[in-house]
């Protein structure tokens, strides 16, 4: 097994960990995690999302928590966005990375913006071009290219023509989402690999959901492909609220523990990231989904 020596980690928690809690999180947690987030170590963090308050009431305040932080030298700080509103919000509040969404099947992207995921794509234009010009950078994703509830499984050619329809924007960055938890090693590893080998230009991120207990597989799988960039998110928590039982990222603390036993770098402090883990599992009520937060790190049980 041939891996590389370092990977690239963004915590996602702040942003599809908390849009899936049916309580609303306080201003002051929010900063609190995200300052907790910030001293572990992660290079990336995405602190919400710009879209309508009214569908996802939980990201509300992503605006002011920009605000809060202000500038975090050597640390990324994107948001995901759905429309121009999405880029004037980034803009008023400092935030200089955005991030679009489109989906790969075509069923669900027709049910719920009555266009292709092409067409979806081609209508960011303008978003893409308002963002550069706010000197905000942009990066992509494309939600269920591994399946999805609507078709079961998502052709490779759909992808790529996605893929292309974001390239002819001019975004270069691409993130592969598996929302609906569908993913398995076998079709992460095929499509990861047709990705690089096809578009080997364009910066990849693997979104990973745990839905059914194969995130950790997956992840591996992504690698041995030559994926170096993956979401995770604290205490396990998240999923998507438009995809039935979608519940669950991969968790921050788990991913960071195992790339650490491989000897891989992540630039993270597992224990910070621990802590990071627990205070969210006790601001929420939960974290069920993270095995390091119930049995431990593997040092622990090293006798001293």
Sequence with gaps: MKFADKITLCEVGLRDGLQNEKALLPLADKIALAR?????????????????????????????????????PGVELRALIANRRGVDRAAACGCKKVKLNVSASRGHNLANLNKTPEESVAGFADCVKAALDAGIAVSGSISMPFGSPWERFTPVADVRTIVDAY????VEEISLSDTSGMAVPTSVYTLFSDMVQTYPNVIWWFHSHNTRGTAMANL???????????????????????????????????????????GIA???????????????????????????LRAGKSSDLVKK
């Design 266 to 292: 992540t630039g993270i402090d597992l224990d910070a990231c621990i802590a990071t883990a627990r205070l969210a599992a006790s601001l929420t009520g939960h974290g069920n989904e993270s095995y390091i």
């Design 36 to 72: 907790s987030i910030i001293a572990s170590g992660f290079p990336v963090i995405e602190l919400g999302s710009f879209v309508s308050p009214k569908a996802v009431p939980q990201m509300a305040d992503t605006d002011a928590l920009y605000r809060a932080l202000g500038n975090v």
């Design 220 to 262: 591996i799988a992504a690698m041995e492909a030559g994926i170096t960039r993956m979401d995770c998110s604290f205490a396990g928590l998240g999923g998507c609220p438009f995809v039935p039982g979608a519940a669950g990222n991969v968790a921050s603390e788990d991913v960071v523990h195992m790339f650490s036993e491989m």
């Design 167 to 170: 390239l002819a924007v001019g």
